[in-house]
């Protein structure tokens, strides 16, 4: 149970969590990271997260399909580990991740959907 | 606000992605706006998301489509905020048939309407 645990103390590790999964799993630590909750969502922008090589990549229409395509098909395989970390910082059942990147200015977001309302925790 | 945002993403479902979602919440938070969209799929769609291929396709599809309408979705965002909308991101849960869009703006919004 997360009683007495605070937003901002799950912001904050939530932000920890998603460095960490992108450093060790993605290969690559974004440059900017923020999480936010919102009732029974989590919500964590990131910015900076494509390599040099896929910036270079992401200059015309067909890379940057790719770059997407390769990014999709990634996190596909990260995700039970994403879902399951998640779930444990907010102490709630994680229903669904959405995501999304843009590679022309290599931000990404993350939206995940959790069976409660969290913003009623700790206060 | 979030009123105002959860009925032009309504409409534009209906009117461009040809179907109303059962369910619409917004939500601005900082310099965001969140949307979460439930019972977005037609029935054909969801008939064709019984197989990982159909899926596949499905998600496809549906990039493809919000690609035609993203620069409407986004100036009607402005309209509403009165900041500019810098980039759309936006994914489908196919199995669950619920979609999010997520607005990134040039400034903090003060949501005082709610």
Avoid: H, W, Y
Wanted: net charge positive; glycine share 8%; charged share 30%.
């Amino acid at each position: 149970m997360n009683r007495g645990v605070t937003k901002g103390e799950i912001e904050s590790a939530i932000r920890t969590a998603i460095i960490k999964f992108e450093q060790e799993f993605m290969g690559r630590g974004p440059e900017d990271v923020r999480a936010f909750v919102v009732r029974d969502l989590v919500v964590v922008r990131l910015k900076g997260v494509l390599t040099p090589a896929e910036r270079q990549l992401a200059k015309t229409a067909e890379g940057v399909e790719m770059v997407k395509r390769i990014r999709q098909t990634l996190i596909a395989q990260g995700r039970d580990q994403l879902f399951e970390e998640v779930g444990k910082i907010v102490g709630a059942r994680v229903l669904a991740i959405f995501t999304d990147i843009n590679a022309q200015i290599g931000e990404k977001v993350f939206v995940f959907t959790v069976d409660r309302d969290l913003e009623s925790l700790g206060r | 606000m979030e009123n105002a945002i959860r009925n032009a993403v309504i409409k534009f479902e209906q009117e461009f992605m040809g179907r109303g979602p059962d369910e619409v919440r917004a939500f601005v938070v900082r310099d965001l706006v969140v949307v979460r969209l439930k019972g977005v799929l037609t029935p054909a769609e969801r008939q064709l998301a019984k197989t990982t291929e159909g899926i596949d396709m499905v998600k496809r599809l549906r990039q493809n489509l919000i690609a035609q309408g993203r620069d409407k979705l986004c100036e009607q965002v402005s309209d509403i905020t009165g900041a500019k909308t810098l980039a759309l991101f936006t994914d489908i849960d196919v199995q669950l048939s619920e979609r999010v869009f997520v607005f990134t703006l040039d400034r903090e919004i003060r949501n005082g309407s709610q």
